[in-house]
C-alpha cells in the first residue's frame, strides 16, 4: 500500500485542540477536569435562537442555499452594521460562511497567492498561520516585543524590509484580548492602503470589549475584508455560522471558491442565525459573567505568579507570563493538566519564537469553574 503524504499536513498542530482532547480523555476516565483552554462559551445559543432551528428541523428546512448565504441572513447582518455601527453595508457585500475557519480560507485563496507576503502579529491566533502555510502563503510575523498590539510603524518597517501583500490583525485580539484603539485602528488601515497592502480585519470577539467600544475596521476604509462570527459574542461555536464583509470586487472571485468548497453554509445555522441579533438582552447577562471572571482573573493570576503579558480589554483570554514557574509552557500546561487537572493553552500555539514564556487561560466558563480551577492551581504549585 502506497500513501501519498502532501507537506501541506505538517503544518503545526493547533496545541489548544490537542490539550482539550486530552482533557476530554481524562473527563471520560472520570477525572473531573475544569478547561480554561479554549474560547468556548459555557452558555448554549439563545432561546430564540434553538426555537428557530427546532421549528426549521421539524419543518424539514434543511438543505442547500446559495454559496453566499440565505439573503434573509446577509440582510440581517447588514442591518446589524447600521444598528451597531452607524455604517450602510450593503448585503451585497456579505458572504455567509461555514464558521469563521471558513471565511480565512475564502479570504486567503481570493486574495492571495503562494509565495505571497502576508503579515500577522505575533502572538496571534495559530490557524492563521497554519492555513497560510498550507496554502503556501509567506507568513511575516511581526513581533509585538511587549506592545499591546501591531502599531502602523511596525507593519511600514516590514514592508520596507520586503514588500507585503496583505495584513491580517484582531481587535479583541486572541490570545491577548486586547484592542486597538480607534485612532490606532485608523492609522494601521491607512498605512496599509497607502503602500498597497489587503486588510483582513478579524472582529470575532466584537461585542466582548470592556473598555471601549466596538470600532470595526470598515470605518476606516471601504477595502478592508472584515471576518466575524457567530460563535463567541452569540455563543454559537458549534453551529459553523459566520460573515465576511467583502470588497465589491471581492464578492464574486469568493463566491466561486466557496462554490466549489462548501456549497453553501449549512442551512439549519443560517435560519437560526437571524434570531441571534434579536438576543441582546439573554447575551449581555452571559457577557456580565465574563466580566465578573475577568475581573477575578485579573487579581487572582498575578497573585499566583502569573503575569499579565497583554491588557485584558475583550474577548475573554487573560495571556500571561509563566517565567516565574518554567521556561517551558508546553511542559508546564501538561502538567497542569495531568497534575491540577486544569487545561490551558500554551503559548507556543500563539508565537513560535516568545511562546515558551506564555499561556493562555480562557474565562469563558461559569464563575464556579474559574473559582475552582484558581483554587486548584494554587494548591498544586505549593
Not at 419543518?59 to 442591518?79: F, N, V, W
Not at 520596507?160 to 496583505?166: I, Y
Amino acid at each position: 500500500m502506497v500513501v501519498s503524504l502532501s507537506r501541506r499536513g505538517e503544518v503545526e498542530p493547533f496545541h489548544a485542540m490537542d490539550i482539550l482532547a486530552e482533557a476530554n480523555r481524562l473527563k471520560a476516565s472520570g477525572i473531573p477536569v475544569v478547561s480554561m483552554a479554549v474560547g468556548q462559551p459555557s452558555d448554549p445559543a439563545p432561546a430564540g435562537v434553538r426555537q428557530a432551528a427546532a421549528h426549521a428541523l421539524k419543518m424539514g428546512l434543511i438543505g442547500y442555499t446559495d454559496a453566499l448565504g440565505l439573503p434573509s441572513l446577509r440582510k440581517a447582518i447588514a442591518e446589524h452594521y447600521a444598528d451597531h455601527y452607524g455604517l450602510d453595508v450593503p448585503a451585497s457585500r456579505i458572504a455567509v460562511t461555514t464558521g469563521s475557519s471558513a471565511a480565512f480560507n475564502l479570504a486567503f485563496l481570493a486574495m492571495f497567492d503562494p509565495g505571497d507576503r502576508v503579515a500577522i502579529a505575533a502572538p496571534g491566533y495559530p490557524a492563521y498561520r497554519n492555513i497560510m502555510a498550507a496554502l503556501g502563503i509567506e507568513i511575516v510575523e511581526i513581533e509585538l516585543d511587549g506592545a499591546a498590539y501591531l502599531h502602523a510603524g511596525r507593519l511600514k518597517a516590514a514592508h520596507r524590509e520586503k514588500p507585503l501583500k496583505g495584513v491580517l490583525f484582531a481587535s479583541p485580539a486572541n490570545p491577548t484580548g486586547a484592542v486597538i484603539p480607534a485612532n490606532e485602528l485608523s492609522a494601521l488601515v491607512k498605512t496599509a492602503q497607502e503602500l498597497g497592502i489587503a486588510v483582513i480585519s478579524d472582529e470575532i470577539y466584537h461585542r466582548l470589549a470592556y473598555t471601549a467600544p466596538d470600532t470595526t475596521a470598515l470605518a476606516h476604509g471601504p477595502d478592508v475584508t472584515v471576518i466575524n462570527s457567530f460563535s463567541k459574542y452569540y455563543c454559537m461555536t458549534g453551529w459553523r455560522i459566520g460573515w465576511m464583509v467583502l470588497p465589491e470586487e471581492l464578492v464574486r472571485p469568493v463566491e466561486r471558491i466557496a462554490q466549489s468548497l462548501y456549497i453553501s453554509p449549512p442551512e439549519l445555522s443560517q435560519i437560526a442565525a437571524i434570531e441571534a441579533f434579536k438576543a441582546t438582552g439573554e447575551l449581555e447577562v452571559v457577557k456580565a459573567r465574563y466580566a465578573g471572571n475577568r475581573e477575578l482573573l485579573m487579581k487572582r493570576l498575578p497573585e499566583l505568579g502569573f503575569a499579565l503579558a497583554a491588557p485584558m480589554d475583550g474577548a475573554f483570554y487573560a495571556f500571561c507570563d509563566v517565567t516565574r514557574h518554567t521556561n517551558d509552557s508546553m511542559v508546564f500546561a501538561r502538567r497542569m493538566l495531568a497534575e491540577a487537572h486544569v487545561a490551558a493553552t500554551p503559548g507556543r500555539d500563539f508565537d513560535p519564537l516568545q511562546g515558551h514564556r506564555t499561556m493562555r487561560f480562557s474565562y469563558a466558563g461559569s464563575h464556579d469553574d474559574m473559582i475552582e480551577a484558581l483554587a486548584r492551581i494554587e494548591c498544586w504549585l505549593k
